[in-house]
């Protein structure tokens, strides 16, 4: 499975922004798949994940200001974040796996795409 990001940039705190994650592969609709951020000089953590068949969960420092979902006939996962903060700044990561247990835990992902950036000023 190759995975593609997109959709980061630079906003100002309150505003929005769409990430994209584009799959490719034979069975890349039947992969778990999640987005996780990694700020300057921190550990990637962990934002929200989406199973194959729409299960969604998310991380307590996003819930109610970020939306997962994937469009299996495209072979694309999104990430809509709303409101915005400063320490939402960081390099957000698409990944994939095969099974939900463990979700969280980035060492559990077979498959990463190489990053988007998104940098939120106050």
């Known amino acids: 499975v190759q995975l593609q990001a997109s959709g980061g940039g630079l906003v100002q705190a309150g505003g929005s922004l769409r990430l994209s994650c584009a799959a490719s592969?034979?069975?890349?609709?039947?992969?778990?798949m999640g987005w996780f951020r990694q700020a300057p000089g921190k550990d990637r953590d962990f934002v929200a994940v989406v199973g194959s068949g729409g299960t969604t969960n998310n991380a307590d420092s996003v819930k109610g200001r970020f939306t997962i979902s994937r469009d299996n006939a495209k072979n694309t996962m999104y990430l809509e974040i709303t409101s915005l903060k400063p320490e939402d700044t960081g390099v957000y990561y698409c990944a994939a796996r095969r099974y939900y247990q463990g979700h969280w835990l980035a060492t559990q992902y077979h498959y990463w795409g190489q990053g988007t950036q998104v940098t939120v000023s106050s």
């Open positions: 592969g034979p069975t890349s609709s039947s992969y778990v």
